[in-house]
């Protein structure tokens, strides 16, 4: 099988389901930027990170592929096989590894700088990618049936990440250096 089908030169695409839809719409963007999350996670998970969190960051990766694969379903038509769901024990793996995380880590007083160190700093792209990915998840539900536990566990995962940020900073040793606003 060829990867190229030619059948998207014309600025089409396909939904799971079969519904031809523009490459600009707003459920391609939105399961496109789940997509480019996907691809920073394993950016992040090849950097240096200690065993749970590689572990981690591949449950998440499975996770963004449920997600993904939701989205880009078209939700007036049944797919053909049975796709994965996203489940409230997904949400609750986050808060319970932001937990471990936080117990190690000193309060936070300022907002803080990304950067720091290469793992640092892929950490803070995937937050904001992961917000945007929110961000595109919402648009979508405004027009569009999406999966209830999407926009929880987008918005967990952004905080997941700036705790990784911090967690990963301390782990190597790399400062972090508060914002001082001019005055």
């Known amino acids: 099988m060829k990867i190229y089908t030619k059948s998207g030169d014309k600025g089409q695409t396909s939904l799971i389901g079969g519904t031809r839809v523009t490459k600009d719409h707003v459920r391609i963007e939105a399961y496109g930027t789940v997509d480019e999350l996907n691809s920073w996670v394993g950016m992040l998970r090849d950097s240096e990170v200690d065993e749970r969190t590689h572990q981690t960051l591949l449950e998440i990766q499975d996770r963004l592929f449920t997600i993904g694969s939701s989205l880009a379903t078209d939700p007036n038509e049944s ?102 606003p001019r005055k």
């Open 79 to 180: 797919p053909e096989t049975k796709l994965p769901d996203l489940k409230e024990s997904d949400i609750t793996f986050l808060e319970k590894e932001m937990d471990f995380m936080d117990e190690q880590l000193p309060p936070m007083k300022n907002f803080i700088l990304p950067g720091g160190h290469n793992t640092v700093s892929t950490s803070h792209i995937c937050r904001t990618v992961c917000r945007r990915v929110e961000r595109r998840v919402i648009s979508l539900s405004e027009h569009e049936f999406t999966p209830p536990l999407v926009q929880p566990y987008v918005n967990r995962l952004s905080d997941y990440f700036f705790v990784l940020s911090r967690y990963t900073a301390k782990q190597l040793n790399a400062n972090e250096i508060a914002w001082k």
